[in-house]
């Protein structure tokens, strides 16, 4: 690294700028489907966010004030889809860097004739770091990330304590960060990150892990698993300063 890359990050840090030098996904370039590449076409104009415009007015950008959910990482976008369709009375943003599942979750929503559902394909921890507000959201979901299995990639998983605190000041107070995970390994890190966290607090009533709340939908691959008899787990904590 240079030294005015060192210069710079040295800078940011003492202006409290949480800072990415390493990423939590790989990006793979799949094929769009004529379908999902027509959904881009059509629906991008009006649900489409671009990080290049910065920081979010989010009642110019919804018409309203409702409250705003925003998951990082929805995959194909079904789940999101979903909860937006039956949840009119709230807002929601999806993240997402792999354009097919950009291109699907477009499809879906179309289709669902929502308009309470916008999305960014870029960087999630960009994203928060330029485009959300301090005290904006209400809900933040990050449901099944990668989970890096092996140890030496465990600092390439999206919840650490850096990210967790940049996090935090975009939620409201009693904002609450929504985890799951079907990687036992990857839950207990979670737990770890979150239970050292400073200003949040655990809503499981064991201290550890909550039930899965009604308002996730139980995706086909949840099922599947639960078949196979694998475990999900799901945390919850609150933003109380």
Known sequence: MSDSSND????????GKYIRTIRSFVKREGRLTKGQAAAIEKCWPTMGLEHQNG????????????????????GMGKSLVEMAKNAPHLNFIGIEVHR???????M???EAGISNLRIFEHDAVEVFADCIAEGSITTVQLFFPDPWHKKRHHKRRIVQAAFVESLRSKLKIGGVFHMATDWENYAEHMLEVMQTAQHFTNQ???????????????TKF???GHRLGHGVWDLMFERIS
């Open 108 to 110: 879906d929503a179309d």
């Open 222 to 224: 949840e099922q599947r």
């Open 204 to 218: 499981s009533q064991t201290n550890d892990y909550v039930p899965r709340p009604a308002l996730r939908p139980l």
């Open 8 to 15: 710079n990050l040295e800078q940011a840090k003492q202006e």
């Open 100 to 106: 097919p599942g950009v291109g699907a979750c477009l």
């Open 55 to 74: 920081m979010l007015d989010l009642a110019q950008v919804f018409g309203n004030d409702n409250d705003v959910v925003l998951e990082i990482g929805f």
